[in-house]
């Protein structure tokens, strides 16, 4: 039986479509919500945006989705444990824009906050800077980042209550609840799914009202 914030895997498909840009959650898998990247896999879209950490491995998390060529851009902080991503681009298959990962997470945090951008010295003097605006604050020079907003985002919650209300473990953390707040959809897989109030308050990492979509594991 399905609780006011679980859906069926129908209704996830309804919010996916070609073309749209997609925030996942996790460090090489670990956070990221295997079932609906699959679910994801099996709709056939494609020419995606993703947005995250890094792109996993070819077999592994959000590289599934690479190698299958549905993905036209990733925004990332590094793709080197993905070789199937390096050779994507190098063959120019897909545009690639790497990002140092604390800008890349203030990014995402101001998209969810939102703010136009964030000022940042990390760049300056490299690549990283070419085509963007570079302001001086006090004889330190700073890199305009633009905000960062997705039209989904897929994460992985270890503990879901029927409200939405999210905990996630140790490393699986990391850039989750900065995309609940960044992205038009949120949908969640958790490993399991518990009575409203058996979630202490203090642990919730993501409130519920961020949450549109929770599904458990093995369910998609």
């Known amino acids: 039986m399905h609780t006011e914030k679980q859906i069926e895997r129908s209704a996830i498909r309804k919010h996916l479509h070609d073309g749209m840009s997609i925030m996942f959650g996790g460090f090489l898998g670990s956070g990221s919500p295997k079932g609906i990247i699959q679910e994801i896999l099996d709709a056939g879209i494609k020419d995606l945006t993703i947005i995250g950490n890094d792109t996993a491995m070819p077999d592994t998390g959000i590289g599934v989705l690479v190698s299958a060529k549905r993905v036209k851009k990733v925004i990332t902080s590094h793709i080197g444990t993905n070789a199937e991503t390096g050779r994507q681009m190098i063959a120019g298959e897909i545009e690639v824009e790497l990002v140092p990962q604390g800008t890349l997470a203030e990014r995402i945090r101001c998209g969810g906050s939102g703010l136009g951008g964030v000022l940042t010295p990390t760049g300056v003097g490299t690549l990283v800077e070419e085509g963007k605006t570079k302001l001086s604050f006090d004889g ?3 890199l305009v980042e633009r905000a960062l907003r997705a039209d989904l985002a897929i994460l992985k919650a270890h503990i879901a209550d029927e409200k939405g209300n999210l905990v ?4 699986a ?4 609840p900065l995309m609940a707040l960044a992205a038009d959809f ?5 490993d399991s799914i518990v009575a409203p109030g058996e979630i202490d308050p203090d642990l919730v990492m993501t409130p519920g009202i961020l949450v549109d979509a929770l599904i458990l594991s093995g369910e998609c």
């Open 168 to 171: 996630y473990r140790r490393a």
């Open 140 to 142: 330190v020079d700073y």
């Open 186 to 190: 949120v949908a969640v897989e958790a």
């Open 173 to 176: 953390r990391n850039f989750n």
